[in-house]
């Protein structure tokens, strides 16, 4: 998840939870979702965690005009699925299985 954004004539209704919620209930419907990820700017740390995600302290890795690169733009964060999301080590985005 990452890239959405409530028109600020929109914000402070709830939209935005409901969203994330409605994600949640569809990646629980998958059998094959472990667990979420989503990246937010450093300010939405605490809405994201009042939503029950947890920030990732490891390593994500990306690609980034065909090459591997840590991901360092914004902050990271894990939400459990079907198991326990992790909190630490490396995530590798760089392409399938993910």
Known sequence: VGGVMTHPAARGRGHAAQGIRRAMEIFR???DVAFALLVCEPGLLGYYAS????EFAGRLLVRQR????????????VHDVAGA?????????MGPPW
């Open 29 to 31: 419907e998958q059998a």
């Open 85 to 93: 999301a992790p909190t630490s080590g490396t995530i590798d985005l």
């Open 66 to 77: 065909g090459e591997p690169a840590e991901f360092t733009f914004n902050r990271v964060m």
């Open 51 to 54: 939503l029950g995600w947890k």
